[in-house]
């Protein structure tokens, strides 16, 4: 059940970047036009009198050209590998980081119902044969109940901290993007702004405020993205750290319940009869 739950995920996160990268790529390989407008190449008649002077053509290119242009090929390769990076992150965190997953009601139910059954052999294989949060912390428990109770639930704390660590690897890696993508963006800012200044120093030609706000505008672009990828890669660092946090606190309460009632389980029951090593047979009495 584990196994074909892993594989289904596996896939999804396959489709998803595969639509992402197609995505991206017709982002900045197809050649996106500005369709010309028939009144400018066409101006009405003026049924006797003069023409008007015709129109000087806009050279403005809509915002989403501007930004494409601006951004360029070396910082449009790292900034969509970052935007790349921070989907397959969120996409695996959400599949991976989830309440249902993490502790079963199913499995919860299963366990118990062989726990009470005194079949412990059979609870243990379920326990190792299942991926889930929980089983795993309990596998790691159960084969340290033979030295006591508190020895299994040490064993099992570490293991909660232990998987806990492993998946917040990628929420620090959420971290670091939402980190890096304003760094890049103020690469982009200063570097326009050295254009601009570099424009004000030439003093063979006037300086034209409409190059330098086209070229301080291109830097800013580059700010703008930067920080659009970084506030979603802040918001799931936090949103998917408190969810671990709470997934390894349920998962360490029902691993320590589950621990506790399979040790008292395995205890021999008053009346229960015994094989003594003469092999008489007797009854085992209460403590009281």
Known sequence: MGFAAA?????????????????FLGWFVLPATQPARADDANPPADGGGAAPPPKAA???DSMAIHMIKSIG???????????????????????DVRMGDSVPPGFVEEFTEIVNKRRFKEAYELAKNDTSFLARVLTSGMARLQYGIEDARETAMNTVES???GKEQLTTYLATIGSLG????????????????????????????????????HGLVVTM????????AIFCHAFFRNRIVRISMETANVADDLLTQMYHNSKPRPGTPVTDARGATGAIKSAD
């Open 7 to 23: 594989r289904r995920r596996q896939r999804l996160t396959a489709f998803l970047l595969a639509c992402l990268v197609a995505l």
């Open 58 to 60: 806009s050279t403005e």
């Open 73 to 95: 090929l070396f910082m449009g390769i790292i900034l969509g590998l970052l935007s790349i990076s921070l989907v397959a992150l969120v996409v695996l965190l959400a599949m």
């Open 163 to 165: 998987i806990r660590a």
């Open 182 to 217: 304003p760094l890049f963006g103020l690469v982009g800012t200063v570097y326009s702004m050295v254009g601009a200044f570099r424009e004000m120093a030439d003093v063979s030609k006037p300086v034209d405020p409409h190059r330098m706000a086209g070229t301080l505008s």
């Open 225 to 232: 993205v930067g920080i659009g990828l970084a506030v979603p």
